[in-house]
């Protein structure tokens, strides 16, 4: 009887656990579509083999998006529920192949361009660096003055410029192409990628000091640095010659000092299986010294 009593409290754990999670049901998928993205009517209901989906008929820009429930595993019985929509995706699509067709293809054709799609961002392709960032922001253009509500804010086109262009546009070489710069909804702001670099370096150099403010970078051969080739680690953008560029970005830290954040990596000599992004924090100079 006491074995009985157990294993019944054990089903019931499970059955507890298992009920915890549930995907979220047509009902509660519309009432979040309404809030998340304004007035919209049910165009159908599916039950799927991991949870439902809603066709959602917006009404402020008339198009068809669809919201997905779903649920993870989080443990042995557990799960947690999940929730996804293709507004964003669909909206764009109203945009480009509808709403502003004809704008899309002057730009693109203009730019020689072309453009590949995707959730919260659109990658800009052109063979010229200035074109793909003249394609890139025509673009943001054209999707800000259809982003009613700011219902597009913080999509992102990447502006990149092709090593390898076929005329018929139906490839690339990924390892050829090199990102330009991004241009971000609402406020269409062109953000070089070098300015992505700085911000990336900074945000490194503040957890070293989160005082740390930008200064300049340097560019030097790694022959002309105190760094041996035969110390640096990692595979991906590492200098692999002594003529190789390497870049050092300058910061101030809290105290008056100066130190530097190298875009490249040394091996631990303590962990052979780690390596450590080049700084010299710990040595930082004085203006003074």
């Known amino acids: 009887m006491k074995k009985i009593s157990i294993l019944f409290v054990l089903c019931l754990m499970v059955l507890g656990l298992t009920a915890c999670g549930r995907p979220a049901r047509?009902?509660?998928?519309?009432?979040e579509a309404r809030k998340t993205y304004g007035s919209a009517t049910v165009v159908s209901k599916v039950k799927t083999p991991i949870g439902y989906s809603v066709?959602?008929?917006d009404k402020l820009q008339d198009f068809d998006y669809t919201i997905y429930s779903s649920r993870r595993h989080i443990g042995l019985f557990n799960y947690e529920p999940e929730i996804s929509d293709?507004?964003?995706y669909c909206l764009i699509h109203k945009i480009i192949d509808d709403t502003?067709?004809?704008?899309i293809d002057d730009i693109t054709d203009r730019y020689d361009a072309m453009y590949t799609e995707g959730y919260g961002f659109y990658d800009v392709y052109s063979k010229?660096?200035?074109?793909?960032?003249?394609a890139a922001l025509e673009?943001?253009?054209?999707?800000?003055?259809?982003?009613?509500?700011?219902?597009?804010?913080?999509?992102?086109l990447r502006a990149i410029t092709l090593g390898t262009y076929l005329s018929e546009r139906t490839g690339y070489k990924p390892d050829h192409d090199e990102e330009v710069g991004r241009v971000t909804?609402?406020?269409k702001?062109?953000?070089?990628?070098?300015?992505?670099?700085?911000?990336?370096?900074?945000?490194?150099?503040r957890e070293l000091d989160p005082s740390a403010v930008y200064l300049r970078k340097e560019v030097k051969k790694l022959k002309f640095t105190q760094y041996d080739l035969k110390d640096i680690g990692g595979s991906n953008g590492a200098p692999k010659y002594w003529s190789s560029p390497v870049t050092f970005y300058y910061f101030k830290a809290f105290d008056g000092g100066e130190f530097y954040m190298g875009d490249f990596y040394l091996k631990n000599p303590n962990d052979p299986t780690t390596i450590d992004m080049v700084n010299n924090y710990a040595q930082r100079t004085y203006p003074d010294d």
């Open 26 to 31: 047509p009902a509660k998928l519309a009432r």
């Open 55 to 57: 066709t959602m008929h």
């Open 86 to 88: 293709t507004f964003e």
């Open 100 to 103: 502003e067709k004809a704008t």
């Open 128 to 134: 010229d660096p200035e074109n793909a960032k003249q």
């Open 139 to 156: 673009y943001a253009e054209v999707l800000q003055r259809n982003n009613m509500n700011g219902r597009l804010n913080g999509v992102e």
């Open 185 to 187: 909804l609402p406020d």
């Open 189 to 205: 702001t062109w953000r070089s990628k070098e300015d992505e670099l700085i911000e990336l370096y900074t945000i490194y150099a």
